[in-house]
């Protein structure tokens, strides 16, 4: 079925537990990069093997490029008549994503949801990403992470599903979710089963919280009410603000962050009309930039400027530039909003 919310379980394969969060696409990931989360060690990209590589594929490319986190692709539907490998991983590759058959860094595996076949190759996949990349949590601290998601239960009150990172979340404990908080009177697994205690990287159903806090909210163990209360006031009183400062985004800001010496990139979401001008501007843009200052294309597309264009600048602090394209009215009000500077040429 289709994904309506964001999810995380957890399974056991070979002996090691692997997490999974599931999103219902690009929009939700790159909203809760927005908010600070730093939610996955890898992406796994799932791509149809009959539709191939579409408009969200690529805007989806760009925001798990954005996070600078290890993609694997998830190459499904191969048992559907009309699967062509060749010409997908072929638009994968003219995506930036070249298969490691093809003497590439981008590990493609074939799977069939549907058929199970080439599910332990994916799992394998993980397992061998894994390796190579620092995944770290020391379990006898503190509990800390990140709000997956949270409800009003009519019956239990405020559930919410909380991802551990770092040290050991235990019944009992109290908690603080931005602007929430609470002490954990109980904790499920997964399966709905009652659970005292949550190691990294476990997903575990919480209540005790007293208001809805956001997905992407990172939590954090206190040691009383007093100071639960105390943190979780200071963040509802400065929530918004914050946000807004912090998505300030043009060139002057960025500049002055490289003055400074906060940041070496910047970071540009370009449109155009057509598909003649695309290429050789993303190729003049590739070739800008000094030893002190890279310019770093996060996203090249045809078409008009969207409202996912600013959410993938608001995520990255990115610039959006346009040639002969104009921004819709839901990207020009969420850019106006979110200070993002939308930059219109016309070539």
């Known amino acids: 079925g289709i994904t309506q919310h964001i999810g995380a379980y957890q399974i056991d394969w070979e ?6 969060l599931d999103t219902p696409g690009h929009e939700a990931f790159t909203a809760m990069r927005a908010r600070g ?12 093997a009959d539709d191939g590589v579409m408009p969200q594929t690529k805007e989806a490319i760009a925001h798990a490029r954005a996070a600078g986190v290890p993609i694997i692709v998830a190459l499904n539907k191969i048992d559907v008549t009309g699967a062509n490998l060749d010409r997908v991983k072929q638009q994968l590759s003219d995506s930036g994503l070249t298969t490691d058959e093809w003497d590439g860094d981008t590990m ?24 190579d990349i620092a995944i770290n949590a020391n379990p006898n601290t503190k509990g800390s992470g990140m709000v997956i998601e949270s409800q009003i239960d009519k019956n239990r009150g405020v559930v919410t599903t909380l991802l551990v990172q770092n ?5 009992g404990d109290i908690v603080v979710a931005g602007g929430a908080w609470g002490r954990m009177r109980a904790m499920f697994s997964q399966n709905g089963e009652p659970i005292d205690e949550a190691i990294p990287s476990y997903p575990v159903e919480v209540m005790g919280l007293d208001i809805v806090p956001r997905a992407g909210d990172m939590f954090k163990t206190v040691e009383n009410v007093r100071q639960a209360r105390s943190f979780a006031s200071e963040t509802r009183n400065s929530q918004q603000d914050i946000i807004q400062k912090s998505s300030m985004i043009d060139l002057g800001s960025i500049f ?34 000094t030893d002190g200052l890279k310019v770093r ?14 959410l993938l600048a608001i995520a990255s602090r ?16 969420l850019a106006r909003s979110k200070g ?7 070539v």
């Open 256 to 289: 002055a962050e490289f003055e400074s010496g906060k940041t070496q990139e910047l970071n540009l979401v370009v449109k155009v009309d057509v598909q003649g001008s695309l290429e050789p501007i993303v190729n003049s843009l590739e070739q800008l930039g």
């Open 167 to 171: 040290g050991t979340l235990r019944k």
């Open 340 to 346: 993002v500077s939308i930059r219109e040429y016309q």
């Open 318 to 333: 990115a610039i959006v530039i346009g040639f002969n394209v104009n921004p819709d009215k839901s990207a020009h009000k």
């Open 297 to 310: 294309l996060l996203h090249a597309e045809l078409g008009n400027i969207n409202e996912n264009d600013v």
């Open 15 to 20: 002996g090691l537990p692997i997490t999974f």
């Open 108 to 131: 493609v595996v074939p799977v069939s949801a549907k058929d199970n076949t080439g599910i332990d190759d994916l799992l394998q996949a993980i397992l061998l990403i894994s390796e």
């Open 37 to 48: 989360a730093q939610s996955t060690d890898i992406v796994v990209l799932v791509v149809a």
